[in-house]
């Protein structure tokens, strides 16, 4: 298999930093939640999980440099009051890796702790390798409890060409057990398995069938509703509501058969970051699916740590995509033109 080893590190890297995760979330309190200087929340579970996941490919990768395109750093772990929460997050890193019999003596320092997090400011690009990361994608639904994702890729050239996706709240069609271990290689599918590591070999997904698009079910983020995803939704006859999900869970949703439309429209001007959709994109894509922009092109993960793309991001099934982008379409000059109406008035 192509990339079988980096596979191989990026499902034992994400799997170690998922149970980091899993304890945070069990014991989170609110007062365990900083906000970074953009005040979007970060907990030590964004910290801790960047950190295994940093640790672990470069030392199952070695001698190859690691170049990681991530969302933290650990600029705020170096100002005065951070030193008891750093102490603290590395006691998980150090639970998290010792739970794994190959790294039972790979104790880390703080300072350890912070460097490994450092690894994460690789800026991407077209050349090279870099994996992308999103130690915790969805935080804000994580500190509720809810649905979160632990996402990884590896760009090639400007190419994503594996991806690696827990998603420790999402139940497992399979196993008893909650918790799910999505993977994908270029050309090879998409797979999914117990986040525990039972007995049940991997499964191989594929993206829903249906080819009606008033039986389709969508999804889109938890945040407060978009107008324009409704408008698409009434378009095309689609009569049940939209399960409203946080992360790049929603990909995962598409990727197995859960839902068949995924949309995210956002506010004019907002930049979407490579490490909250790259994982998910190769996933939905190796399981059958189509992921691209409201123009029908696909995702550039090339031009650095933000997507360069015109608008909207749309994912769906090549049954359904060409209906789908039609009705965007239709609601885009609709929007527009009550746009202009507006101004006039």
């Not at 080893?5 to 945070?24: F, I």
């Not at 579970?45 to 490919?57: F, K, N, P, R, T």
């Not at 999900?245 to 979407?272: P, W």
Request: glycine share 8%; proline share 4%.
């Amino acid at each position: 298999m192509p990339y079988g080893k980096e596979l191989a590190a990026a499902k034992k890297a994400v799997s170690l930093a998922a149970r980091l995760s899993q304890e945070v979330q069990k014991s989170l309190l609110q007062s365990d939640v900083r906000s970074k200087s953009d005040k979007s929340p970060v907990t030590a579970a964004d910290y801790g999980s960047q950190a295994v996941i940093s640790h672990v490919l470069e030392r199952e990768l070695h001698p190859e440099p690691l170049y990681l395109v991530a969302e933290e750093n650990a600029e705020d772990l170096h100002k005065n009051g951070a030193e008891e929460f750093l102490e603290s997050t590395t006691k998980l890193v150090n639970n998290a890796l010792a739970s794994d019999d190959s790294y039972a003596n790979s104790s880390l320092s703080m300072e350890d702790v912070r460097k490994a997090i450092d690894h994460g400011r690789s800026q991407g690009g077209s050349s090279g390798r870099h994996w992308i990361l999103d130690p915790v994608d969805g935080t804000r639904g994580f500190v509720k409890g809810e649905e979160y994702a632990v996402a990884l890729a590896l760009l090639v050239e400007g190419k994503v060409v594996l991806g690696v996706m827990a998603c420790p709240k999402l139940e497992n069609h399979k196993s008893s057990s909650s918790g799910c271990l999505f993977f994908a290689t270029v050309g090879e599918g998409a797979y999914v398995q117990s986040l525990e590591g039972d007995s049940h070999p991997p499964q191989k997904v594929q993206v829903s069938n249906i080819e009606n698009p008033e039986e389709a079910t969508f999804v889109e983020s938890s945040h407060k509703p978009i107008p324009i995803h409704s408008s698409i939704a009434n378009k095309l006859g689609i009569k049940a509501p939209p399960l409203r999900i946080h992360s790049q869970v929603k990909y995962a949703a598409l990727a197995r058969g859960d839902a068949e439309i995924y949309l995210r429209f956002t506010l004019k001007g907002y930049r979407e970051f490579i490490w909250n959709h790259a994982a998910g994109a190769i996933i939905t894509t190796e399981a059958g699916g189509v992921v691209c922009d409201a123009d029908g092109n696909p995702l550039d993960f090339s031009r650095g740590n933000h997507l360069e793309h015109k608008t909207g991001i749309v994912v769906s099934t090549k049954n359904l995509m060409p209906r789908l982008l039609k009705a965007i379409r239709e609601s885009i000059e609709e929007e527009m033109l009550l746009s202009e109406t507006q101004l006039k008035l």
